[in-house]
């Protein structure tokens, strides 16, 4: 068993989205996202299924040119090589399940642009 905490030990990045791997488990990567208000992930993809929960705090999310008005408590899903992008309306933790073929690295990338 492993365990870990969406809530301990939240420090924001104010420059940009901090990431971090919460759990690497024998089927996914589970990653925190902290973003402060008005930080942005630019458009990007990934090569894997992904799902998203928006445990604190609004994010628009941008889907093929649409955008989705994300608030506590909602979860999605995305298909892989979907382009999308993230706004923070207010300071928010994300959660995101990668697949185990992905990498946070590719995440943290996505990040710092």
Same mark, same amino acid.
């Given at each position: ?31 925190? *996202? @902290?973003?402060?208000? =008005?930080? &942005? ?10 799902? /998203?929960? #928006? ?19 909602? *979860? @999605?899903?995305?298909? =892989?090589? &979907? ?10 933790? /994300?959660? #995101? ?17």
């Amino acid at each position: 068993m492993k365990t870990s905490s969406l809530i301990q030990n939240i420090e924001y990045n104010a420059e940009k989205p901090k990431v971090e791997l919460l759990l690497d488990t024998e089927f996914t990567k589970e990653i925190r *996202i @902290l973003l402060k208000a =008005g930080q &942005v992930m630019k458009e990007h993809q990934t090569p894997y299924p992904i799902v /998203v929960e #928006l445990f604190e705090g609004k994010v628009d999310f941008g889907v093929e040119d649409e955008i989705h008005h994300l608030t506590k408590g909602d *979860i @999605l899903t995305l298909s =892989g090589k &979907v382009p999308h992008d993230l706004k923070a309306l207010e300071d928010s933790i /994300v959660r #995101l399940t990668l697949s185990k073929g992905d990498k946070i690295e590719r995440v943290k990338e996505v990040s710092e642009k």
